[in-house]
């Protein structure tokens, strides 16, 4: 056996990983502290402590990790979770007041895990961030109780908001609770097969709690969506209450470690003071009594209260793919294939013009994303108070620019997954690389915290909005102010393709035309005569998918853009650095513009996007001696990196002691006679 584990040795005659790593790390220009520290800074400095600590506590994605029974996966991230809280308290004196305090912040650093155990953070991201937060911004005085319990862990929490046959509709989620007044009770039923909550979080074998959406009835007359507390097992023996039928969900995709469940309600009472009550309660009469008379506005204030999701879901669609390329470009500059000369030594694929044209502009673009949704967490913060008032334009603001974001980011975010996995080869397809948990994450980002076409559909209403706003002489938001009343003239460029302000005023023209454009057309189609004329909501779905959508991508890619331009200000004080960095966000944005040729058409010749091309192709090659380096500013633990992305840049010797160390690696079948059986 010893002289088989010698002869799989990587073969160092072709390659010595060390060596790589000695060149790449030398041939850099920019300031690698400076730029580091400033990439730390995007986030708060408890996200990189949480990362160290699940370092310490976790020993999973090793070899045959991909092969646990997802029993064991659960168990696996559920101790994480816990294990990691009890670190927190060690080691920080992060206490339940604490984390109540600061729960936004608290959640969004706890996403350190996220791309070392995407079922943890998940499972964080329910309990914290979905049930803790309904106590904390829709309950009151008599759930803080609860709410502490919450933060604590005492009690574990789910979130049931989806349904069988409801997801993105949430007013129309059927779960009913009609309230007793003899009893002081509401009665959750699920009245059809349609109305069983599905795809909850934590809930097939996890949570004792749960907090659910249901209308609510009394006397027989509907009051809309409402969100009730639920005890739904007992902590004693961890059964489920009678009334409450739980079951699991099954096997999926990915995130094996997520217990998604299920759960059917029968004529379950639960007390009248288990009513989320911050703006709308029963009182002792038995009469519904609300500040807020609608409905449909009662309803936007509970929404209002639980934003951020999104963001969450942003941030790690673009750390995905930040890891995804990193790992490409770290494995590329390694790997070797094929000679430039006859009887030279064979090229590192890095070296090719199409590696770099293929994967270096996908880094730009997901440094440039992570750079402004990290920017936004900070505006989420400053006015988290503001964001319970969804009359408050601050909210406005934040819904447009969040659902924008989490859906244009996932949507890039797999794509470049992909990419990045098919550059590494069979390599990419490997357990034991990562890639396939990565795909698996940036798969269902788009679906959860909003359905991306959905969601993006309430930042088309927006910029419209608020684009009528301007026209009756409204105030508009902040980020909605480049807009003009007027349709903006014929333009044509003729600043610097490599000027990164003269880049954002073409964007700014753009967002502003496509936004113009779209309202002709919604104006077109109603003044068409009476036979041919649309109603409002056809004429909004015919123009979504081709005009509506993209104009929101360029208005998202203008938002971005400023973000980006603001963080170069950190290196004024460092030319080398900046340069570099304005690098990078010339090659993300320039590659945008190919990628969007036919917006752009009206103001770029087709000589221009030529040009455009071999800015791009240059910029990848001036790119090349600090690429490596970026990608080792970027503050992230080796263990998301697999074994051909680690830093230490040694791919074959760690991929092969990976392989070695996969159980089963060197066992023969057990019914290897059977082998040998054929009768031909």
Not at 3 to 21: F, G, I
Not at 88 to 100: A, M, P, V
Not at 186 to 203: Q, R
Not at 229 to 243: A, I, M, N, Y
Request: with cysteine.
């Amino acid at each position: 056996m010893e002289k088989t584990l010698n002869s799989l040795n990587p073969m160092q005659s072709y390659l010595t990983p060390s060596e790589d790593y000695t060149r790449e790390t030398s041939t850099f220009t920019f300031d690698f502290e400076k730029v580091a520290t400033e990439i730390r800074k995007l986030r708060p400095e408890l996200f990189y402590k949480v990362q160290s600590i699940v370092e310490k506590v976790y020993q999973g994605r090793g070899p045959g990790h991909h092969m646990m029974e997802k029993d064991t996966l659960r168990l696996e991230s559920n101790k994480l979770a816990i294990n990691t809280i009890n670190a927190l308290y060690e080691e920080e004196g992060i206490n339940e007041q604490w984390i109540i305090d600061n729960l936004d912040e608290f959640t969004r650093c706890l996403m350190g895990t996220g791309c070392i155990n995407a079922s943890t953070s998940t499972k964080y991201s329910v309990h914290y961030f979905l049930y803790t937060k309904s106590l904390k911004n829709l309950g009151t005085e008599r759930h803080k109780e609860y709410l502490y319990r919450a933060a604590n862990l005492t009690d574990l929490g789910a979130f049931g908001m989806t349904e069988l046959g409801h997801g993105s509709n949430v007013q129309s989620v059927e779960t009913t609770a009609h309230y007793d007044h003899d009893t002081r009770s509401f009665i959750l039923n699920s009245p059809t097969d349609t109305s069983i909550k599905f795809w909850l979080g934590n809930l097939a074998k996890t949570c004792s709690m749960l907090v659910t959406f249901a209308q609510l009835f009394l006397n027989g007359e509907c009051k809309g969506v409402h969100v009730f507390l639920v005890p739904v097992r007992d902590k004693e023996t961890h059964e489920s209450f009678e009334g409450c039928l739980i079951g699991d969900c099954g096997d999926k995709l990915g995130l094996q470690g997520v217990d998604n469940g299920w759960i059917k309600f029968a004529d379950y009472r639960i007390h009248k003071d288990m009513l989320l009550n911050k703006f709308c309660d029963i009182n002792e009469e038995g009469e519904y009594v609300s500040a807020i008379p609608k409905d449909n506005k009662r309803f936007a204030y509970h929404m209002a209260a639980l934003s951020g999701g999104r963001v969450l879901a942003a941030s790690n669609g673009a750390d995905i793919s930040l890891i995804s390329t990193i790992t490409a470009l770290r494995f590329a500059a390694c790997r070797r294939q094929f000679s430039r000369e006859k009887g030279k030594e064979e090229t590192h694929i890095l070296d090719y013009p199409l590696h770099q044209s293929r994967i270096m502009p996908l880094f730009a673009k997901s440094f440039t994303e992570m750079v402004s949704i990290q920017g936004i967490w900070d505006d989420y913060s400053k006015m988290s108070d503001q964001l319970l008032d969804p009359s408050n334009k601050a909210g406005e603001y934040f819904h447009l620019v969040s659902s924008a974001l989490k859906a244009v980011v996932t949507w890039n975010s797999y794509e470049t997954w992909k990419e990045s996995r098919l550059s590494c080869g069979g390599f990419g397809f490997s357990f034991l690389n990562h890639f396939s948990e990565l795909g698996n994450t940036a798969d269902v980002n788009q679906t959860w915290e909003g359905e991306n076409f959905v969601l993006i559909q309430q930042s088309c209403k927006i910029l419209l909005k608020n684009f009528a706003n301007m026209i009756r002489g409204k105030k508009t938001m902040k980020t909605c102010e480049f807009l003009t009343p007027d349709s903006p003239d014929d333009y044509i460029f003729e600043g610097s393709f490599l000027n990164l302000k003269d880049l954002f005023k073409l964007y700014t023209h753009h967002a502003n035309k496509c936004v113009h454009e779209s309202i002709a057309k919604i104006q077109a189609d109603s003044m068409k005569e009476a036979e041919e004329r649309l109603s409002r909501t056809e004429i909004w779905e015919k123009h979504l998918f081709y005009t509506f959508i993209p104009m929101v991508k360029i208005y998202l890619s203008r938002y971005t853009m400023e973000a980006y331009l603001h963080f170069l200000k950190k290196f004024k004080n460092s030319p080398k650095s900046k340069e570099v960095m304005t690098k990078v966000g010339l090659l993300g944005y320039l590659s945008e513009i190919i990628k969007f040729e036919g917006i752009f058409r009206e103001s770029i010749s087709k000589e221009q996007i030529d040009e455009i091309k071999e800015h791009c192709i240059t910029l990848c090659k001036q790119l090349r001696p600090e690429i490596i380096g970026l990608t080792l500013a970027v503050p992230l633990s080796d263990k998301v990196f697999g074994s051909i992305g680690k830093s230490s840049m040694k791919p074959y010797y760690e991929f092969m002691k990976s392989v070695k160390e996969t159980p089963g690696c060197f066992d023969k079948p057990k019914e290897w006679k059977y082998l040998y059986k054929s009768k031909i």
